[in-house]
Protein backbone atom coordinates (compact mmCIF):
# COMPACT_ATOMS: atom_id res chain seq x y z
CA UNK A 1 0.00 0.00 0.00
CA UNK A 2 1.16 3.42 -0.14
CA UNK A 3 2.10 2.69 3.81
CA UNK A 4 5.36 1.56 1.83
CA UNK A 5 6.48 5.16 1.24
CA UNK A 6 5.90 5.98 4.93
CA UNK A 7 8.49 3.22 6.30
CA UNK A 8 10.82 3.36 3.47
CA UNK A 9 10.95 6.79 2.32
CA UNK A 10 9.43 9.65 4.73
CA UNK A 11 10.19 7.70 8.42
CA UNK A 12 14.17 7.64 7.68
CA UNK A 13 13.83 11.11 6.20
CA UNK A 14 12.40 12.49 9.47
CA UNK A 15 14.83 10.69 11.44
CA UNK A 16 17.69 11.78 9.72
CA UNK A 17 16.53 15.50 10.26
CA UNK A 18 15.48 14.86 13.63
CA UNK A 19 19.72 13.18 14.71
CA UNK A 20 21.55 15.06 12.10
CA UNK A 21 19.90 18.83 12.39
CA UNK A 22 19.94 19.29 8.85
CA UNK A 23 16.68 19.35 6.15
CA UNK A 24 16.85 16.81 3.64
CA UNK A 25 16.67 17.78 -0.13
CA UNK A 26 13.77 16.35 -1.90
CA UNK A 27 13.54 15.98 -5.67
CA UNK A 28 9.50 15.94 -6.16
CA UNK A 29 8.12 17.92 -8.11
CA UNK A 30 4.44 19.87 -7.92
CA UNK A 31 3.50 18.86 -11.01
CA UNK A 32 3.36 15.22 -9.76
CA UNK A 33 0.06 14.98 -7.68
CA UNK A 34 -2.35 17.09 -6.72
CA UNK A 35 -1.15 16.72 -3.02
CA UNK A 36 2.48 17.77 -3.60
CA UNK A 37 1.11 20.83 -5.70
CA UNK A 38 -1.32 22.05 -2.33
CA UNK A 39 1.75 21.54 -0.33
CA UNK A 40 3.94 23.79 -2.79
CA UNK A 41 1.53 26.32 -3.09
CA UNK A 42 1.56 26.38 0.75
CA UNK A 43 5.13 26.27 1.36
CA UNK A 44 7.20 27.08 -1.17
CA UNK A 45 10.58 24.83 -1.94
CA UNK A 46 11.58 25.74 1.34
CA UNK A 47 9.68 24.00 4.35
CA UNK A 48 11.97 24.95 7.17
CA UNK A 49 9.23 25.33 9.74
CA UNK A 50 6.76 22.44 9.08
CA UNK A 51 6.72 19.67 10.86
CA UNK A 52 8.80 17.83 8.83
CA UNK A 53 10.88 20.40 7.15
CA UNK A 54 12.48 19.83 3.73
CA UNK A 55 13.99 21.44 0.80
CA UNK A 56 12.41 20.71 -2.37
CA UNK A 57 13.93 22.71 -4.68
CA UNK A 58 12.73 20.90 -7.97
CA UNK A 59 8.75 21.87 -6.58
CA UNK A 60 8.42 24.45 -9.27
CA UNK A 61 10.20 22.35 -12.55
CA UNK A 62 8.07 20.45 -14.59
CA UNK A 63 9.41 17.13 -16.63
CA UNK A 64 9.34 18.98 -19.34
CA UNK A 65 11.92 21.67 -17.80
CA UNK A 66 14.00 18.79 -16.35
CA UNK A 67 14.42 16.46 -19.77
CA UNK A 68 15.11 19.89 -21.40
CA UNK A 69 18.12 20.86 -18.79
CA UNK A 70 19.22 17.07 -19.24
CA UNK A 71 19.27 17.80 -23.11
CA UNK A 72 21.01 21.23 -23.08
CA UNK A 73 23.74 20.09 -20.24
CA UNK A 74 24.53 16.97 -21.23
CA UNK A 75 24.44 15.66 -17.37
CA UNK A 76 24.32 12.13 -17.30
CA UNK A 77 21.30 10.86 -16.24
CA UNK A 78 19.97 6.93 -14.80
CA UNK A 79 20.21 4.85 -17.75
CA UNK A 80 16.71 3.47 -17.41
CA UNK A 81 14.98 6.31 -18.83
CA UNK A 82 16.17 5.60 -21.76
CA UNK A 83 17.23 8.57 -24.75
CA UNK A 84 15.80 12.03 -24.50
CA UNK A 85 13.23 12.75 -27.88
CA UNK A 86 11.18 15.05 -29.51
CA UNK A 87 7.75 14.18 -30.16
CA UNK A 88 5.74 16.55 -31.48
CA UNK A 89 7.26 19.35 -29.57
CA UNK A 90 7.13 17.39 -26.00
CA UNK A 91 10.63 15.96 -24.84
CA UNK A 92 10.26 12.11 -23.54
CA UNK A 93 12.14 9.23 -22.19
CA UNK A 94 11.93 6.49 -24.36
CA UNK A 95 12.90 4.01 -21.44
CA UNK A 96 11.22 4.84 -17.89
CA UNK A 97 8.90 7.86 -17.04
CA UNK A 98 9.06 7.65 -13.11
CA UNK A 99 11.09 5.32 -11.04
CA UNK A 100 9.91 4.58 -7.87
CA UNK A 101 10.20 1.18 -5.02
CA UNK A 102 11.14 -2.11 -8.02
CA UNK A 103 9.49 -4.32 -5.84
CA UNK A 104 6.27 -2.21 -5.26
CA UNK A 105 3.00 -4.03 -6.12
CA UNK A 106 0.59 -1.20 -5.36
CA UNK A 107 -1.31 0.15 -7.89
CA UNK A 108 0.44 -2.51 -10.97
CA UNK A 109 -3.51 -3.83 -11.89
CA UNK A 110 -4.39 -0.30 -13.09
CA UNK A 111 -1.13 -0.21 -15.63
CA UNK A 112 -1.71 -0.87 -19.36
CA UNK A 113 0.81 -3.21 -20.76
CA UNK A 114 3.80 -3.40 -21.10
CA UNK A 115 3.50 -3.04 -16.99
CA UNK A 116 6.38 -2.37 -14.90
CA UNK A 117 6.78 -6.22 -14.11
CA UNK A 118 6.86 -6.71 -17.62
CA UNK A 119 9.24 -4.40 -18.31
CA UNK A 120 11.79 -5.05 -15.81
CA UNK A 121 11.66 -8.58 -17.37
CA UNK A 122 13.67 -6.92 -20.35
CA UNK A 123 15.49 -4.20 -18.31
CA UNK A 124 17.10 -6.64 -15.43
CA UNK A 125 16.25 -10.27 -15.23
CA UNK A 126 18.15 -10.70 -12.05
CA UNK A 127 15.75 -8.32 -10.35
CA UNK A 128 12.94 -9.90 -11.74
CA UNK A 129 13.32 -13.11 -10.91
CA UNK A 130 14.03 -12.36 -6.90
CA UNK A 131 10.16 -10.37 -7.28
CA UNK A 132 8.95 -13.11 -9.22
CA UNK A 133 10.38 -16.26 -7.82
CA UNK A 134 10.36 -17.77 -4.82
CA UNK A 135 8.05 -16.89 -1.36
CA UNK A 136 6.33 -19.45 1.07
CA UNK A 137 3.25 -19.16 2.43
CA UNK A 138 3.27 -19.62 6.03
CA UNK A 139 0.86 -21.48 8.39
CA UNK A 140 -1.47 -18.29 8.74
CA UNK A 141 -1.45 -17.70 4.46
CA UNK A 142 0.78 -15.19 4.57
CA UNK A 143 3.14 -15.08 1.49
CA UNK A 144 6.80 -14.62 3.17
CA UNK A 145 10.02 -14.04 0.91
CA UNK A 146 12.51 -16.54 0.61
CA UNK A 147 16.14 -17.01 -0.81
CA UNK A 148 14.82 -17.54 -3.94
CA UNK A 149 12.76 -14.36 -3.97
CA UNK A 150 9.51 -12.25 -2.59
CA UNK A 151 7.27 -14.32 -4.21
CA UNK A 152 5.07 -11.68 -6.06
CA UNK A 153 4.16 -13.98 -9.13
CA UNK A 154 1.91 -15.70 -6.83
CA UNK A 155 0.11 -12.64 -6.00
CA UNK A 156 0.08 -11.19 -9.69
CA UNK A 157 -1.19 -14.67 -10.65
CA UNK A 158 -4.23 -14.35 -8.08
CA UNK A 159 -4.62 -10.79 -9.22
CA UNK A 160 -4.90 -12.07 -12.60
CA UNK A 161 -2.51 -9.60 -13.60
CA UNK A 162 0.80 -10.51 -16.20
CA UNK A 163 3.71 -10.64 -15.66
Sequence with gaps: SEECCD???KAPLKKFGKT???KPIVGTMAEDSAFRK???LRTGCN???ADDPQCKPLSFWTEQDILR???LTGIPYCTVY???TEIDGKLATTGEKHTGC?????????EKEPNRFQRLKKIDRPKYNYCIGGGEFDRHGKLIPNKKGLGE???LDFMGVPY
Design 7 to 9: IIK
Design 20 to 22: SGK
Design 38 to 40: INW
Design 47 to 49: AFD
Design 69 to 71: YLK
Design 82 to 84: GDI
Design 102 to 110: IFCLFGVER
Design 153 to 155: GKI
